[in-house]
């Protein structure tokens, strides 16, 4: 289990951001990948409606029993994104949210 508490100090680089609306998971830190696949003229278009590139593509350990894999690579990113949707649709996992946490 994957455990995620409300934090006050607000949101860094590092920071990993779980998002219902996300379609993917996305991180800014080409460190985190087990496996990378670079791509080339790729882009997602933002809700803000910027267009950013999608550097890469891989997996990346997030916990000791939860591997992600298609997470994307975009450095631009402010923070790291997890898509509540793609761990329930394509993981499995069952995510639950309380006032001031994540359970997954």
Known sequence: ????????????TSS??????ATHHVSN???????????????VNLRNRNI?????IGSVQLSQSILLH???FIP?????????SMLTKKKGFI????STSCFI
């Open 1 to 12: 289990m994957l455990t995620s508490s409300k934090s006050e100090i607000g949101i860094s």
């Open 16 to 21: 990993l951001v779980i998002d219902s609306g």
């Open 29 to 43: 830190n080409r460190d985190r990948f087990l496996d990378f696949l670079a791509l080339v003229n790729t882009f």
């Open 52 to 56: 950013v590139s999608i550097v890469g």
């Open 70 to 72: 298609d997470v994307l």
């Open 76 to 84: 631009e990113f402010r923070f790291n994104l997890l898509s509540v």
């Open 95 to 98: 995510v639950s949210f309380t």
